[in-house]
């Protein structure tokens, strides 16, 4: 693939220039997203820097301009307001001298018909992987400590290494654009793949690989400005988690996808094997349900045809607030809840994304030990998303649970003691909100929901200038 002359890889100097561009953007703007806690040491920081941006604004070199325009175009994507870690302007494509119709989302046609391989068919496939390696059934032993390997099917491999009982972790992920701003794009990709590391416990990450093509229908314009901010927002995330990307691979597709690989080395305790959920034990949801509806959603705003069919159950603003919340949940890293599943004995985990809640449920159930069942009676929402999957004709499945999400919140069976206190904490680390969704019972290794669950509107209240 990337041998010389190959004509799906880029071109070297054309990709040495959107390195290029990256990296001065990345100097010339400060990280725009911090966790919430952080907001008064981010402003600190921030006001020296804008200072030396309004310097440099002032009489830049010659050749530097360009790169000087595309960053103060791209400072314009942060509102003004106060919770503005939170709440991002629209991203603007004629900031960056793009078309107004501009849309990332229309460089992934297939997304529009599902882009995973349905769950039934791929567990086939690993089923034959599996047989073949023979991994389910066999453990390793190192300085007489058995470690389990990991099966296919779990959120990330885990190798036994043959070096003092240490073990390989790593996953990787990629898909196709959901939002709009390829900055919250390229941090929404980098958090999906390390939550396979966080579902799995591990909350350190040694090592990231990006991997990006960029869509043959993109312009040469599009792509110089698309491209470094996607880049840049993937950087920043890892960044946020504790780690930096060392390499990857850039092709050209007809598609635009980012994702990318995540590796690190552990010790036996610094993993959780998601296979010891116990009768008795509850479930645990760390970021609520909607974001494929929320998008869906903000796309139909310029469908008159479709948005028809949801307008009478929401408004405008109510679609603009939830795709914000949604970006806002995706590009939230998993860590802090992988951190805590350790405090409160977590006895297994996984992350909710495409196959949605009830999918990744189901996949849990089937990896316990027990003899157990999954029961889930609650069902944590994006704010109005509810109404506006019933008012599209239950075309999501979001109430039965078969509603994608994105770099979702991580699943977890937790004791039932420890539960209240493991959401009560991880709002006030995070002031984010986790609920307790349903139960383990004694059952034949299957999940299930309710006919009628409990739908939670997230959050309860609206608060002016606030997404949460």
Not at 2 to 20: K, M, S
Not at 57 to 63: D, E, G, I, Y
Not at 148 to 170: E, N, W, Y
Request: hydrophobic share 40%; with cysteine.
């Amino acid at each position: 693939m990337a041998g010389y002359g190959h004509p799906y890889v880029i071109h070297a100097a054309n990709l040495a220039q959107v390195y290029e561009q990256a990296a001065q953007a990345q100097q010339q703007q400060a990280e725009p997203v911090r966790i919430a806690h952080e907001h008064a040491q981010y402003q600190q920081q921030q006001q020296p820097l804008q200072q030396q941006q309004q310097i440099r604004a002032a009489s830049p070199p010659h050749h530097l301009q360009a790169q000087d325009a595309l960053a103060q175009a791209a400072q314009l994507e942060l509102g003004q307001n106060p919770n503005a870690l939170a709440i991002r302007r629209p991203f603007d494509p004629t900031a960056h001298d793009l078309e107004a119709n501009f849309r990332l989302t229309r460089f992934a046609d297939l997304k529009g018909r599902g882009c995973k391989v349905p769950q039934e068919v791929l567990l086939k496939l690993l089923e034959g992987l599996q047989d073949d390696q023979g991994q389910e059934e066999h453990s390793t032993h190192f300085m007489h400590v058995q470690i389990a390997k990991v099966g296919i099917g779990m959120d990330a491999s885990i190798t036994p290494l043959r070096h003092s009982g240490l073990s390989l972790v790593q996953t990787t992920d990629f898909f196709y654009p959901l939002v709009e701003d390829p900055y919250m794009q390229g941090k929404i990709a980098c958090a999906n793949v390390l939550s396979d590391l966080y579902a799995m416990g591990v909350t350190e990450c040694d090592n990231m690989l990006m991997l990006l093509a960029v869509s043959t229908k993109m312009t040469e314009k599009e792509r110089d400005v698309v491209i470094p901010l996607i880049m840049r927002g993937f950087k920043d995330c890892a960044l946020e988690a504790g780690t930096t990307v060392t390499g990857g691979q850039t092709v050209m597709n007809p598609w635009c996808t980012i994702g990318g690989v995540a590796t690190t080395i552990c010790q036996p305790n610094e993993f959780i094997i998601p296979d010891s959920a116990v009768v008795g034990d509850v479930l645990v949801l760390t970021k609520p349900l909607g974001t494929q509806v929320a998008l869906n959603a903000h796309q139909w705003l310029d469908q008159p045809e479709r948005w028809n069919r949801i307008k009478l159950v929401v408004s405008e603003e109510d679609v603009r607030k939830a795709y914000q919340r949604s970006m806002d949940s995706m590009a939230r890293l998993n860590r802090t809840a992988s951190r805590l599943m350790h405090k409160y004995n977590a006895h297994a985990a996984t992350d909710v994304t495409g196959f949605g809640l009830l999918g990744h449920a189901q996949a849990l159930a089937r990896s316990q030990k027990a003899e157990v069942g999954f029961v889930i009676h609650n069902l944590p929402v994006i704010a109005k998303m509810a109404a506006v999957g019933k008012a599209c004709g239950n075309m999501f499945q979001l109430q039965q649970g078969n509603s994608a999400e994105t770099s979702g919140g991580l699943l977890i069976c937790l004791p039932r003691e420890q539960a209240a206190a493991y959401c009560k904490d991880i709002q006030k680390v995070e002031g984010y909100q986790a609920w307790i969704i349903g139960i383990v019972e004694k059952g034949n290794k299957t999940a299930r929901i309710i006919d009628k669950p409990r739908v939670i509107e997230v959050p309860a209240k609206e608060k002016d200038g606030e997404l949460w």
